[in-house]
Nanobody, 117 residues
Framework: QVQLVESGGDLVQPGGSLRLSCAAS????????MGWYRQAPGKQREWVAT???????TYADSVKGRFTISRDNDKNTVYLQMNSLKPEDTAVYYC???????????WGQGTQVTVSS
């Protein structure tokens, strides 16, 4: 079965950095675009970044210049490097795999990121 397992969430001080990972299994990873989303308490889930199956990244304006998404097709893993973290980045971060041509999408279970002094 398909599994997306996020890791790397933690408590970090403002201005700090974290790297999230999402390991995928049960899919042909290189065919999927991979995205990161986040959901803060009391708010809707929002898109953070996507890396296409070809490796092209796109970012939400709120994280542009601070976050970097990347993928390793040999390890079936997508990463989110988060720098200059702010309290407003506090959220549960979710990984999503999308195969547009087949209308398939899968979600991970999430990892908590808390930015606080």
């Amino acid at each position: 079965q398909v599994q997306l397992v996020e890791s790397g969430g933690d408590l970090v001080q403002p201005g700090g950095s974290l790297r999230l990972s999402c390991a995928a299994s049960g899919i042909i990873f290189r065919a999927y675009s991979m995205g990161w989303y986040r959901q803060a308490p009391g708010k809707q889930r929002e898109w953070v970044a996507t890396v296409s199956h070809g490796g092209s990244p796109t970012y939400a304006d709120s994280v542009k210049g601070r976050f970097t998404i990347s993928r390793d097709n040999d390890k079936n893993t997508v990463y989110l490097q988060m720098n200059s973290l702010k309290p407003e980045d506090t959220a549960v971060y979710y990984c999503k795999a999308t195969l547009n041509v087949a209308s398939k999408e899968y979600w991970g279970q999430g990892t908590q990121v808390t930015v606080s002094s």
